[in-house]
């Protein structure tokens, strides 16, 4: 059984920046988080494949957030900067364990992490 153990979350004025971390116990596929808030679904932030590192972002994020990986420590990371209230939400890192094409659809990953809360205040 595959585990995803995130840490980083925590509270950040707007403008600020965090960085969250995932570690896993296997390398995946490909890794990406998600993030929810409150009363809405779950929606793709950002995804990178382990071996080539190809990366994608909602445009919501593009040129504020980046996604890395550490292939010997098997840790994913998003780098958040110039964070805005929006960003607000709890967010999730997920694991696919073979090749998909679908990096942004919630249904297609087979792991999850427990969920680390970003709070932004204005």
């Known amino acids: 059984q595959v585990q995803l153990v995130e840490s980083g979350g925590g509270l950040v004025r707007a403008g600020g920046s965090l960085t969250l971390s995932c570690a896993a116990s296997?390398?995946?596929?490909?890794g990406a988080w998600f993030r929810q808030a409150p009363g809405k679904e779950r929606e793709f932030v950002a995804a990178i494949t382990w071996s080539g590192g190809i990366t994608y972002y909602a445009d919501s994020v593009k040129g504020r957030f980046t996604i890395s990986r550490d292939n010997a420590r098997i840790t994913l990371y998003l780098q958040m900067n110039s964070l805005k209230p929006e960003d607000t939400a709890n967010y999730y890192c997920?694991?696919?364990?073979?090749?998909?094409?679908?990096?942004?659809?919630?249904?297609?990953?087979?792991?999850w992490g427990q969920g680390t809360q970003v709070t932004v205040s204005s």
């Open positions: 997920a694991a696919q364990f073979s090749f998909n094409y679908a990096y942004s659809d919630v249904r297609q990953y087979d792991y």
């Open positions: 296997g390398r995946p596929y490909r």
